[in-house]
């Protein structure tokens, strides 16, 4: 793999980035010349943000080596013509800090405590704390965050927004909210948190060109991955072997809708035909048959007897069609809570299992540890974080640590969780992550988690034929289902991208991708 993929696929936690910087330092790398460096390439970054246009810059300088790294762009933006105002509020600086601040007063940098002398600024650059940020912030320097943020100017942040955890994106008391993040080396675990996200503005990482043994050395054993392009295309069924037939490339039974929610399962279907799935199977109640036919011809529709109120009451599978013979088996959308029995017995099936929605709130009162852990064959949950605190009453901080959370409910259950949100994580039982780490506000929407349902489990129907690992699978079906929100937010809006239309946009992602 070249080096800028598997960068960009690489996250650390502060504690591994210390580690590996120290490899780096132990080896002989003199830390003031790495300063240098990776200050010169923020420098150049920043020179592109403000378009080399000579401007009035504020610089917020901590006691650390964030706060270093934000001197030496000081000196270098103000060598080169812009006018320079350093707020730096600490008295004890570290060595090679204290040496910088000493030098850029000498060449006449206006140095201040006071937070005001920046009001004027037409940029900040914020230099305050970087991944040695431990505590929470205290007086001044939370009052001052706190007028900046009032200020709302184009803010530059230094590796990561001052006041968030490195690892957690907890923000501690306060937070610079950023409009541009400058991750420095490799993707900080913080930045790839839901919580983070609106103080991280637009993020992009700079690589310093750290050796990619030192990176390997300290992430043997952990590995929490950033799900990128090229990462996603590369779990994809295509292409196709030039001599297949349609079960070869994986027979989906979708058990979904009711009465109440008709559409649950039509948008299921969508997001499954999609996916590029062989075969189609879905079973619904009886009374929806016609609807499901209209919607997709391609599809095997299985009309069920169906109960008083209009769920499936039983799953009648077409004559010489058992329950194992498929590639995949999901259910969830639109089943109601009273589908319970269904839910049972394709949990004690020994397909592999996708289980959304109503299926989760079901699989939630029958306990879903104990019951998944009886299963043999794979399983996959799609939970948003309403249903995991209700699968997991016991994991604590679903909302908060999202990535502890769900890699805890995968290691307690050994099923597969994708936790939906903003930045979706995927967690397997032997305790690996993935991020999706770019997404859209548009597809919070109802019925845009039913057509993830239907693409991931008809990407996996014709990944279980190919020997695909499943989490990989998922991340790709997580990829791809975001991608094509992007895409449709950015012909129609965060506000055009309704679920239906979202399936239009799914071939586009993989045929401009790929073609
Ligand atoms: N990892 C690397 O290879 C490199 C790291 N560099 C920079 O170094 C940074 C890390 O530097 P440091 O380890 O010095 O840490 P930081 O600069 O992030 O800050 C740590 C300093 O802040 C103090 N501090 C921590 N919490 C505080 C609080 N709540 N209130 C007040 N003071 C507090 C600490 O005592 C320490 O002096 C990175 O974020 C990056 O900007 C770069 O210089 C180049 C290379
Ligand atoms: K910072």
Not at 80 to 101: A, D, M, R
Not at 228 to 251: C, F, I, N, Q
Not at 432 to 448: F, V, Y
Request: aromatic content about 4%; overall charge neutral; some cysteine.
């Amino acid at each position: 793999m070249q080096r800028q993929q598997y960068i960009s696929q690489t996250i650390v936690t502060a504690a591994q980035m210390r580690e590996i910087e120290a490899r780096i330092f132990a080896a002989g790398m003199p830390v003031p010349a790495l300063m240098e460096k990776v200050a010169g390439l923020i420098t150049h970054k920043i020179n592109q943000i403000i378009k080399n246009k000579h401007n009035q810059i504020g610089i917020l300088v901590g006691s650390g080596h964030n706060g270093g790294d934000a001197l030496v762009v000081a000196r270098e933006l103000f060598l080169q013509g812009h006018k320079i105002t350093i707020y730096s509020p600490f008295e004890k600086l570290k060595e090679l800090t204290s040496q910088h601040q000493q030098y850029v007063q000498s060449l006449g940098i206006n140095i201040s405590n006071s937070i005001n002398t920046l009001q004027n600024s037409d940029y900040l650059i914020d230099g305050l704390f970087g991944f040695g940020l431990e505590r929470n912030l205290t007086e001044p320097i939370a009052s001052a965050i706190n007028t900046i943020n009032e200020w709302s100017k184009p803010t530059i942040s230094i590796d990561i927004p001052s006041g968030l955890h490195t690892d957690t994106g907890e923000v501690l008391g306060t937070a610079i909210r950023a409009t541009h993040t400058l991750c420095l080396g490799l993707w900080k675990l913080g930045l790839l948190q839901d919580r983070a996200l609106e103080y991280i503005g637009t993020s992009e990482l700079i690589d310093f060109d750290i050796p990619r043994a030192d990176i390997e050395a300290v992430l043997s054993d952990t590995k929490i991955h950033r799900i990128t392009k090229h990462t996603a295309l590369s779990a994809l069924p295509l292409p196709r072997p030039a001599v297949t037939h349609k079960y070869k490339e994986g027979h989906l039974l979708l058990i979904c809708g009711s009465q109440r929610y008709a559409g649950g399962a039509i948008l299921t279907g969508l997001g499954a035909r999609a996916s590029g799935v062989g075969m189609l199977s879905i079973a619904v109640p009886e009374y929806l048959k016609p609807l499901l036919v209209a919607q997709l011809p391609e599809a095997l529709i299985i009309g069920c007897p169906e109960t008083e109120t209009g769920t499936i009451a039983q799953l009648k599978l077409p004559a010489n069609t058992r329950l194992d013979s498929f590639s995949t088996i999901a259910i969830g959308p639109g089943i109601t809570t009273e589908a319970a029995p269904i839910v049972e017995q394709v949990l004690e099936n020994t397909d592999p299992l996708v289980i959304d929605a109503d299926g989760l709130n079901i699989l939630a009162t029958m306990g879903a540890v104990k019951t998944l852990q009886k299963r043999k064959a794979p399983t996959v949950l799609t939970p948003h974080t309403g249903e995991f605190k209700r699968l997991f009453p016991d994991i604590p901080d679903a909302q908060n640590n999202r990535i502890e959370a769900v890699q805890t409910a995968a290691k307690q259950s050994g099923a597969i969780i994708l936790l939906k949100g903003a930045r979706t994580a995927i967690a397997n039982p032997q305790g690996n992550i993935w991020i999706n780490p770019d997404s859209t506000p548009a597809l919070a929407r109802g019925g845009s988690g039913d057509v993830l349902t239907g693409l991931l489990a008809g990407l996996l129907a014709q990944g279980i034929n190919k020997s695909t690992p499943i989490e990989q699978t998922v991340a790709t079906a997580a990829w791809w289902h975001a991608q094509a929100g992007i895409i449709g937010a950015e012909e129609r809006t965060e506000l055009g991208v309704d679920a239906h239309t979202l399936t239009h946009y799914l071939p586009l992602v993989i045929s401009t991708s790929v073609l």
